[in-house]
């Protein structure tokens, strides 16, 4: 499939007839009124919308400065809406108009919260203070007061939410402190902890989640604690729910948005992005959003003449959504959507700190220092991410019950290159002994991925009285092809060493084809029954079954001891079934308290281990690191205690939880030794406990504050061990009882202020800021023993040697960092322009380690974006 940008905005131009077209007409009366704050005094600038309930017309109005509105429309009943920013929400329903007449509608609005939202994470409405387990929704207004446009950024703002960036376009979540560890590009088996939906559709792909845009996001939903229930494998400890805004009936309008931004000692980035609803007669209406990001770079890459090749890590990314919903009546709709987006990025934000290849020690190759933000390459390291999603989403109301069917199908097409060279050079160079005009000689590798997800979920919901209940099933499809080439042009000329091998072509040193087949099914329940007025207990109930199937081709002198003869063949399939139970107790204090406990059990996917590069491994790595064919279920019991409140008179929140988890066959990613392989253990116990707390406040409209914060401790409850052939007993990869478990820092807080006035009639300025503190942290399991390598490890062949120093000290734990943002704006109703700073301390963060051979080829960290100035302007009719 070919993905074309300009074809996104197409649909615009249909937008221009759509919405020019005439309005019908009737003998018009007419709804006005007067808008206050909870002291009497007028409100200027209130969205006020008007909806037909008959025909679903919309209409819309503007408080004045005196607080008054008025709006012309046809005969009828309607429900009319006000919102502002700051305020609550009120709605009022059954407003009749007559011909010629004028019908009255007054509201009084309270300083609204941040929390004040209706969120669907039991797959139902719920006020969010009334949803009984953790939750947190930041919503479109938020995220963009706060400059919010990834998923890093969400986490920036949520507690007990982390996401780790491990180059472009690959992160990792992790939430309540459970984590694996890294998921690396060669494990495709490996799945995801945290779910990740779009809307009601799984989007979650392990390591390469797509990092979709905000634009035209209704809000995120952030469900913390196992979600198994609900939501399946992939949940274990928590869900992720990008919500869309979803198809108008009846409203015309369009919007979008443009920016440019400048990155200190980098380079320029901006963006378009463009929106509208359309209505389609009374009954259908189009939405359709598209968006182009580019994105400034601000790595530089040494290259082996010693010249500079500036902001190699720039790229774009750029997509959209059209959704077409058609509802012939009040029972029945169905909504078509199709997603697509692209990431293509030039390079990597990785500091390199020691290059076999290039490095200060060295005395008979050039010795090269690497700044501040610097890394060494031989050649390029671009990254294309294809993502397109098809859905269908149809939703049909019988009596007191409600069907939903969500069929959805994913295609991702992703392209990794790596310059390879100093891992390459390692064992060429440092293993082998061959000289430096064949270690030197370019590597890149490919890594291609293809995913083709097709999943349908069919449920039944509903409810009467005290009893509110939702059923159903589950089945997903998945096809997932990896595979990888190191071609290394001039090997087999320069050395006379055979390389061509039944699949792997001449001068491939390293070739594998891997294919995945993965069914699932579940089926699944959950009840919520009012006891009385203050106690309420839900449960529920998911039953899964999963088979893998996996084809392993590998071929290359580097992976196949018997290259040109066989090809190393290793099929496997593994399979599984169990339960995950929720049992949730509520009960509400009082009018402005809620306290609830919680049992549930999470789940993630078991896998097939890749073989080992036999001809790399010594012996004892082969015991240690050999026999692992497959890795079971990783399964999580979350005991959670918490409490939701109003405080302050209404004006405030404090909402806090306290949780233990209790995690059995913790899939832990481990590198295994000399053989330039990952493999996965699991760990038999593993723990987490820790306490989570948002609170936030507006005492009045023009300020409002909130922080949320978590403390987390997560360990390793089990040791493995390895005996070698003398009879001594070793710690195999730093698994052992007491250690951190990866990712997840003990501490981590966000913080944010906004402060805000009128400076005109309709016109409101801002002043904004967001502090955010994460603690240190560390990448993988075991990478606590790391920190000392040894650079005399490959003996009479190290490469650049005699050397000036033995050995190269590093710190392993990714140090504790603290970012600020600054934003200030002028809204009004249909613009808005911010200017903003991000990173205003220019602190330089350290977001993973990145190595290559272990250690002894390259030792790199991951980095954030420096400071940053910026300007948006947002616009709508």
């Given amino acids: 499939m070919v993905f074309r940008q300009h074809r996104l905005f197409i649909p615009l131009a249909l937008a221009a007839v759509l919405l020019g077209a005439p309005a019908f007409s009737q003998s018009p009366g007419r709804i006005s009124g007067v808008v206050r704050d909870t002291t009497g005094a007028p409100i200027p600038g209130a969205a006020v919308t008007i909806t037909n309930q008959a025909s679903h017309a919309l209409y819309t109005a503007t408080t004045s400065t005196d607080g008054t509105y008025s709006a012309s429309v046809p005969p009828g009943a309607y429900t009319v809406a006000v919102s502002l920013r700051g305020f609550s929400g009120q709605t009022k329903r059954d407003v009749e108009v007559r011909a010629g007449a004028s019908a009255a509608s007054d509201f009084s609005l309270a300083p609204r919260l941040q929390e004040e939202v209706t969120v669907t994470a039991m797959l139902r409405e719920q006020e969010l203070q009334d949803v009984p387990f953790s939750v947190a929704a930041p919503t479109e207004q938020l995220l963009r007061n706060r400059g919010v446009e990834d998923i890093e950024g969400v986490a920036a703002n949520v507690g007990g939410f982390t996401v780790q960036n491990l180059g472009p376009g690959q992160s990792q979540i992790a939430m309540r402190g459970v984590s694996a560890g ?11 902890q945290v779910g990740v939906y779009l809307d009601d559709s799984v989007v979650s792909l392990s390591l390469f989640t797509p990092d979709l845009d905000l634009f035209d996001v209704s809000r995120v939903e952030v469900l913390r604690g196992p979600q198994g229930t609900l939501f399946g494998s992939g949940s274990l400890s928590g ?12 409203a015309k309008k369009w919007f979008g948005e443009v920016g440019a931004n400048t990155i200190r000692e980098g380079s320029q980035g901006g963006d378009v992005k463009l929106g509208f609803n359309a209505p389609l007669g009374s009954t259908a209406a189009l939405r359709v959003a598209g968006y182009y990001n580019r994105l400034g770079g601000y790595i530089d890459a040494v290259q082996p003449d010693l010249s500079v090749k500036k902001d190699v890590n720039t790229g774009y990314r750029t997509g959209g959504r059209a959704a077409f919903r058609i509802a012939p009546n009040d029972r029945l709709s169905i909504t078509p959507r199709f997603v697509a987006q692209k990431v293509k990025m030039d390079g990597w934000n990785r500091i390199d700190v020691f290059n076999i290849l290039a490095n200060p020690f060295t005395t008979t190759r050039p010795p090269v220092t690497l700044g501040d933000r610097k890394q060494f390459t031989q050649i390029g390291e671009p990254f294309t991410d294809k993502f397109y999603l098809g859905d269908l989403n149809v939703n049909y109301v019988f009596g007191q019950v409600a069907l939903s069917s ?85 090997f087999q000329d320069l050395t006379g060493i055979p390389t061509q091998g039944l699949r792997a072509p001449k001068d491939s040193l390293f070739f594998s084809d891997l294919g995945y087949k993965l069914d699932q099914f579940a089926v699944f329940g959950e009840g919520t029954l009012s006891l009385t007025d203050e106690v309420g207990l839900t449960a529920g109930l998911r039953y ?21 003869t066989s090809l190393v063949s ?187 006035w009128t400076v005109k009639s309709g016109a409101l300025a801002y002043l904004t800021g967001v502090y955010q503190h994460i603690g240190a942290r560390f990448t993988q399991v075991g990478d606590e023993d790391l920190g ?90």
């Fill in 182 to 192: 890294q998921i690396v590009r060669d494990q495709p088996g490996v799945k995801e």
């Fill in 570 to 756: 290793q099929p496997g399939t593994t399979k599984a079934n169990g339960v995950a139970p929720r049992l949730i107790l509520s009960y509400k204090a009082s009018d402005k308290t809620s306290l609830n406990a919680q049992v549930s059990r999470g789940f993630r996917l078991g896998g097939i281990n890749d073989p080992l590069n036999v001809p790399l491994c010594t012996p004892q790595d082969l015991v240690t690191f050999g026999g692992r064919d497959t890795w079971k279920d990783e399964k999580a019991w979350d005991y959670e205690i918490g409490s939701k409140s109003r405080i302050l008179g209404n004006r405030g929140s404090l909402n806090v939880a306290a949780f233990y988890m209790d995690i059995r066959d913790l899939q832990a990613t481990v590198t295994a030794g000399s053989c330039s392989s990952r493999v996965v253990f699991n760990v038999p116990k593993a723990r987490s406990q820790g306490v989570e707390a948002d609170f936030s406040i507006a005492p009045n409209r023009n300020f409002d504050f909130a922080v949320s914060g978590t403390y987390n401790d997560s360990t390793l409850q089990s040791t493995l061990t390895s005996t070698d052939p003398s009879g001594a007993v070793t710690i195999v990869s730093g698994i052992e009882k007491g250690k951190r478990l990866p990712t997840v820092p003990k501490f981590q807080m966000s913080a944010a202020a906004t402060y805000q």
């Fill in 239 to 250: 869900t992720v729910r990008y919500i869309t805004n979803q198809p108008e009936l009846g």
């Fill in 788 to 877: 000392t390598l040894d650079l005399l490890s490959f003996g009479k062949n190290t490469i650049g040697a005699p050397l000036t120093a033995s050995t190269f000290t590093y710190d392993p734990e990714l140090p504790a960092y603290d970012l600020l943002n600054l934003r200030a704006g002028v809204r009004r109703e249909r613009w808005e322009v911010a200017l903003y700073a991000n990173n205003v301390t220019d602190e330089r963060a350290l977001l993973s380690l990145d190595r290559e051979r272990g250690t002894r080829a390259r030792i790199g960290y991951l980095t954030n974006q420096p400071r940053t100035f910026g300007i948006t302007l947002r616009f709508n009719n």
């Fill in 544 to 564: 899964y079954h999963f088979k893998e199937d996996k084809q392993q081709i590998f071929d290359g002198i580097f992976g196949n001891d018997n290259n040109g």
């Fill in 406 to 490: 969500i069929t959805s199908y994913t295609h991702r097409d992703i392209l990794v290159v790596r310059d390879a060279t100093a891992l390459t050079a390692s064992i060429t160079g440092g293993s082998i002994g061959l000289p430096e005009n064949v270690y030197t000689l370019n590597a890149p590798l490919y890594d291609a991925t293809t995913a083709k997800v097709w999943t349908e979920e069919l449920r039944l919901s509903g409810g009467t009285g005290r009893v509110r209940w939702v059923g159903g099933g589950f089945y997903s499809h998945l096809i997932r092809d990896y595979g990888q080439n190191l071609p290394v042009t001039g």
